[in-house]
């Protein structure tokens, strides 16, 4: 079956640098998407790897390692503003997303 | 403004009424695509529509149905609610259906069904 699976939630403090991991399983492999959604928002997009490596992208980070099914994403000098949910989606061979439940991101002063 | 529109933004409705709920895009977008969003779970896909014309049935289907006469709008139908439908509706559409295709959403849809 197909499988995306997450931290429920995480708990940071404001300016420090937090890790969300992911692992996934899909039926084919096109891609892992990574989302933010503040709470009562529509989803955003931030972060798309295909291949293994690091994605750099302002004080996000995304990182994908096929052969292992993992990812993180890296959240850089955080900001009371991050405060969000952040949804890990792997793209399969159908070229739909499976979506992971999120992982809620509480930041602290 | 370029972007998707949904209405309503939440409905309450009476098991076994029908309701349509509406999704609109003005970006030309060729992909569209109906979630639902449940707590403790995942986007959930209902419906997809890889391009004006055709669609799709999704991971969570029963219930509900979809139509897609023209490029812009892609109207999700409820034909007699229950109230485990009762969540988040999500519309999203892409440039193109395949790999590596940005996914933009629109506001949402909160729906109670009693």
């Given at each position: 079956g197909q499988n995306i699976d997450q931290p429920t939630e995480m708990t940071a403090t404001e300016g420090a640098i937090v890790q969300i991991n992911c692992t996934y399983q899909t039926s084919g492999f096109n891609g892992l998407f990574w989302y933010q959604q503040h709470a009562g928002e529509a989803p955003t997009f931030l972060s798309y790897n295909v291949l293994d490596g690091l994605e750099e992208k302002g004080r996000f980070s995304s990182f994908l390692s096929r052969s292992k099914g993992y990812s993180y994403l890296l959240l850089k000098?955080?900001?009371?503003?991050?405060s969000a949910s952040y949804l890990c989606a792997g793209m399969d061979s159908n070229y739909q997303l499976i979506w992971g439940a999120g992982t809620k991101l509480i930041i602290k002063p | 403004i370029a972007g998707i529109t949904q209405a309503p933004t939440s409905q309450i409705l009476a098991a076994g009424r029908r309701m349509t709920l509406r999704c609109t895009q003005?970006?030309?977008?060729n992909a569209m695509y109906w979630y639902r969003q449940d707590l403790g779970l995942g986007l959930r896909l209902i419906h997809y529509s890889n391009t004006a014309g055709t669609t799709g049935k999704g991971e969570v289907p029963d219930g509900y149905s979809v139509s897609r006469a023209n490029t812009d709008d892609f109207p999700l139908t409820l034909a007699s609610a229950v109230p485990s439908q009762t969540s988040v509706y999500f519309c999203a559409s892409s440039d193109?259906?395949?790999?590596y295709n940005e996914q933009f959403f629109g506001p949402g849809t909160r729906l109670t069904v009693l």
């Open positions: 000098e955080l900001q009371m503003k991050d | 003005d970006m030309r977008h193109k259906a395949g790999a």
